[in-house]
């Protein structure tokens, strides 16, 4: 054989000898998970899963769809979490792949059960990520993952996948991680905030009918990894103050029940003292805010709007904090500030106690507010 001979048979024998893409699978035979849920019913777990065809979110690249895109809900049950997944495969037809799932929500029992089997499900499929944000609920998850944002856009523009892109414009309750809610529950002395979301048909029509939507409605709270209750948006209206988070939220001036002044206040600067005497603790909480002035309906001076505002601020702390302790948690993080500043008195002081924050144990709220313009408006 000529030596043009051997060398193209070398050629033509190096391709058998390079690996391929055996068992890559397109886009359409795979069934990708976008959101979890888990429950708790009558001694079994139902975990729910809500699929998206990611081939029909592609297409909306060239506009908005003249159709809503099919949201698909799966269920199924078992003894553990783990088991009820199982029992989503026997009808699931492809494989279901995690990699895509941005949303975790849990219902209250799950939560009044412990968040043990939650661990389980999350550390067993390792395409799931840390990055999901994490919410609580009362209402029937298959029905939460249901429901579909304004004009038939994809369902991961909704509240449910983009919590924060509303809370940039009225941050109330803040959306957090399963990242953030398993750190914050191993944190000693730290109350964890997870977001409740429910359903409401009050607000949006469309073609003169309901359209239902989600909203945060409150939060479901943890005490040192313990569930202690849920707290309605109305009963933590001062969570918003101490939350560094906060980009803006709207407060309203009043006199006699009548409005006077529109505020939009922003970016809280929160400083926690705690003060040790002995085996007693006492803390200061201090907060700065800045704002701007959205409406006036009756005259108001500049500073007495500044002082009108950090008086109401104050209040709304203190009820929030008066509402925390009725279920036995600490909710602007005073016993956590003193574990972070003064560990040695933590340690001889809570280490070894149950909760012991009390009413007294909160002894002053200062608050100043500095508003920096009125927009068009005339201050008097």
């Not at 809280?268 to 201090?286: A, F, M, Q, R």
Request: with cysteine.
């Amino acid at each position: 054989m000529s030596g043009w001979k051997k060398l193209t048979s070398i050629y033509l024998i190096f391709p058998l000898l390079l690996t391929g893409c055996w068992d890559i699978k397109d886009i359409q035979d795979v069934n990708y998970l976008t959101s979890i849920g888990i429950d708790y019913v009558e001694g079994q777990y139902v975990v729910y899963g809500q699929l998206l065809d990611f081939s029909d979110v592609a297409k909306m690249e060239s506009g908005k769809p003249p159709q809503p895109i099919p949201v698909w809900v799966g269920q199924g049950m078992g003894d553990t979490t783990l088991s009820a997944v199982n029992d989503l495969y026997h009808t699931s037809e492809m494989r279901i792949f995690y990699g895509q799932i941005t949303t975790v929500v849990v219902s209250e029992n799950v939560l009044k059960k412990g968040l043990k089997e939650i661990d389980e499900l999350r550390h067993r499929y390792y395409e799931m990520r840390y990055t999901p944000w994490f919410f609580g609920t009362t209402e029937p998850i298959d029905q939460i993952f249901a429901v579909t944002p304004f004009f038939n856009l994809s369902p991961l523009m909704s509240l449910l996948h983009q919590p924060q892109e509303s809370y940039k414009q009225e941050s109330v309750i803040a959306p957090i991680t399963s990242r953030e809610f398993v750190s914050d529950i191993h944190e000693p002395g730290k109350a964890t905030l997870l977001p409740s979301l429910s359903i409401s048909d009050r607000h949006w029509k469309k073609g003169g009918d309901p359209h239902s939507m989600l909203e945060m409605d409150g939060v479901f709270v943890l005490q040192d990894g313990k569930y202690r209750g849920r707290l309605t948006r109305e009963n933590i209206p001062g969570l918003r103050w101490v939350e560094p988070q906060t980009q803006r939220s709207p407060l309203i001036l009043r006199s006699g029940g009548k409005p006077q002044v529109a505020l939009s206040l922003e970016n809280p600067k929160v400083k926690i003292i705690p003060h040790v005497k002995g085996k007693e603790v006492t803390y200061t909480v201090d907060v700065k805010l800045s704002g701007n002035v959205s409406e006036i309906i009756q005259p108001m001076s500049e500073r007495l709007m500044e002082e009108k505002a950090a008086e109401l601020v104050q209040n709304e702390i203190k009820r929030t904090f008066e509402k925390g302790l009725e279920i036995h948690s600490d909710l602007l993080q005073l016993e956590h500030a003193l574990y972070r500043q003064k560990n040695k008195d933590w340690k001889k002081i809570y280490a070894e106690r149950d909760f012991k924050i009390t009413t007294e144990s909160l002894q002053e709220i200062k608050v100043s507010v500095k508003l920096n313009n009125a927009g068009k408006l005339k201050l008097p």
